[in-house]
C-alpha cells in the first residue's frame, strides 16, 4: 500500500456545518426527516458536491443516491455510506457523519492522485431512522431485495402521506432498479450512539455485529368510566394495563441481563381525560438482544405476560409487529481490519455490538460488511445535544480511508 493518507479535517468539518445548516433546530441539533423538504434539500447538496467530485450519481427507485468514483477496471465496487434523514431531534453527526467521511475520503484520494483497482462507490440510503415511515432502515432492505418496492411506495407516514407520493414530490424517484449495484464490500462509518467508548477512554470501536430487534405495537381496549365513581376492583382500565407492561418491559430486561434491553417510547391514551378512564392505549415496544434465541426468549415472556394482565384486568389486547430483525454478525475478517488499522495509526481500539439498527446490517446480506465506531460525548444520540469531538471525527475518517483505500487495491 501507498503512504498513509489522511483526511482533510478542516473540510470535513465545513460540510458537516454546511450541511446541518439543513433543518437545524435551536439548541443545535437538525430535523431532516425522510423524504421532507429538509431531506431534499440535503439531497440536493449531497448530490452536488458528489458531482463537483467527478463521481457518477446515480438514484435508485427507492431513491437511494450512489456516488461512484471510477477504479482501473470496471468491476463490483467498494462501497461506503450511511444516511442523511434524521430524526425529530436530531443530532448533528447520526447518519450524516459516515456520508461526508465518505465524500471526503473520496476527495483526498483525489488530492493524492490515487487510482484504485476497484471502483468506489459513497451510498446514502433513504429513511434509515424509520421516524417518518416504518421500518427503519427501508432504502438498504429493497436495494438488497428484502422488502417489496411497491409495498414499500404504499406505505403510509406519521403524516398520512405515502412513500411513493412523498418520492415523486421531492423529485428522488430514481429510474435505476434497487441492487443495481453490487458491492463487493461494505463500511459504514458511524458515531457509537452509546457510553463504551468514551467510558474507556478510546477512540475507535471495531463492531463485531448488530443486536436484532423486535418491534411492535399493542392495542389495548378496556372500557371508559367515570374516575371517581367506579370502584377500583370494578375497574377495565386500559390505562393501567399500559403502565404495567411498562414496569415488566424494564424489568424483563433486568432479570435477563446481558446485552438484553427493552424500552416502551410511545403510550398513548384515549379519550385523554383526567377524569375518564381510558377506553384505549396504545403502547410501542422495543426489545433487542445480540443472541437471536434470548430475543425469542424475551418475547416469549412478554407475550405470556400479556395475555395474564389481560384476562385479570378484563382488557382485549391486540399485538401488531412493526419491524423483526436478527442479530447480524460482521464477517471476522472485517472487524479485524478495523482493529489493525486502528493500530497501526496509534489509536486506541476494542470491539463491540452495536445496539443501534443501521444500513450495514442489511448489506450483510448481499456482501462482507463492517462497521467503525467512534465516541459520542455523554452516550447521547437522537438528541440535539450529540456530539462527537473533532480529533475522534478525524481518527475515524483516516480509518476509513485506509481501509476502502486498501479493500479497492
Not at 440535503?42 to 450512489?66: K, P, Y
Not at 467498494?78 to 450524516?96: E, N
Not at 450529540?386 to 480509518?399: F, K, M, R, W
Request: glycine share 12%; net charge negative; charged share 20%.
Amino acid at each position: 500500500m501507498t503512504d498513509r493518507l489522511h483526511i482533510n479535517l478542516d473540510r470535513l468539518q465545513r460540510r458537516l456545518a454546511q450541511f446541518n445548516a439543513i433543518g437545524a433546530l435551536p439548541g443545535g441539533g437538525t430535523c431532516r426527516l425522510a423524504l421532507s423538504d429538509e431531506d431534499r434539500q440535503g439531497r440536493d447538496l449531497l448530490v452536488q458536491w458528489m458531482r463537483e467530485l467527478g463521481l457518477s450519481v446515480t438514484i435508485d427507485a427507492i431513491g437511494n443516491i450512489f456516488g461512484v468514483r471510477a477504479g482501473s477496471e470496471d468491476i463490483a465496487p467498494v462501497m461506503v455510506g450511511s444516511h442523511i434523514d434524521t430524526v425529530g431531534t436530531g443530532g448533528r453527526y447520526d447518519g450524516l457523519y459516515g456520508v461526508l467521511a465518505g465524500l471526503e475520503a473520496l476527495e483526498s484520494l483525489n488530492d493524492a492522485g490515487v487510482v484504485t483497482r476497484r471502483p468506489l462507490a459513497l451510498a446514502a440510503f433513504t429513511n434509515e431512522e424509520g421516524s417518518r415511515f416504518s421500518p427503519f432502515a427501508m432504502g438498504s432492505l429493497v436495494h438488497v431485495g428484502a422488502l417489496a418496492l411497491e409495498d414499500c411506495y404504499a406505505i403510509k407516514g406519521i403524516d398520512g402521506a405515502t412513500v411513493g407520493d412523498e418520492l415523486r414530490r421531492i423529485g428522488y424517484l430514481g429510474d435505476v432498479t434497487p441492487g443495481a449495484i453490487h458491492a463487493h464490500a461494505y463500511f459504514e462509518l458511524h458515531i457509537e450512539q452509546g457510553p463504551v467508548l468514551e467510558a474507556e477512554g478510546l477512540t475507535i470501536g471495531a463492531v463485531e455485529g448488530v443486536q436484532g430487534m423486535a418491534w411492535s405495537e399493542l392495542v389495548i381496549e378496556g372500557q371508559s368510566a367515570h374516575a371517581g365513581s367506579t370502584p377500583m376492583r370494578l375497574r377495565h382500565d386500559a390505562g393501567y394495563v399500559a403502565s404495567e407492561i411498562g414496569v415488566f418491559i424494564r424489568r424483563l430486561a433486568r432479570e435477563m441481563g446481558g446485552n438484553q434491553v427493552g424500552t416502551v417510547g410511545r403510550i398513548e391514551l384515549a379519550p385523554g381525560l383526567i377524569n375518564v378512564i381510558a377506553q384505549r392505549a396504545t403502547v410501542s415496544i422495543d426489545l433487542r438482544n445480540t443472541d437471536e434465541a434470548l430475543l425469542q426468549e424475551a418475547q416469549r415472556r412478554l407475550d405470556a405476560f400479556v395475555a395474564e394482565l389481560a384476562a385479570r384486568e378484563g382488557v382485549t389486547v391486540t399485538a401488531r409487529s412493526l419491524a423483526r430483525f436478527e442479530p447480524v454478525i460482521f464477517p471476522d475478517s472485517m472487524v479485524s481490519m478495523v482493529e489493525a488499522e486502528a493500530q497501526s495509526r496509534g489509536l486506541s481500539c476494542r470491539r463491540l455490538p452495536s445496539g443501534a439498527g443501521h444500513d450495514a446490517q442489511m448489506m450483510a446480506r448481499v456482501c462482507p460488511a463492517g462497521m467503525i465506531f467512534v465516541p459520542s460525548v455523554g452516550g447521547l444520540s437522537h438528541n440535539v445535544n450529540e456530539l462527537t469531538y473533532p480529533q475522534h471525527l478525524e481518527a475515524g475518517a483516516n480509518v476509513l480511508l485506509s481501509l476502502i483505500q486498501r479493500l479497492a487495491a
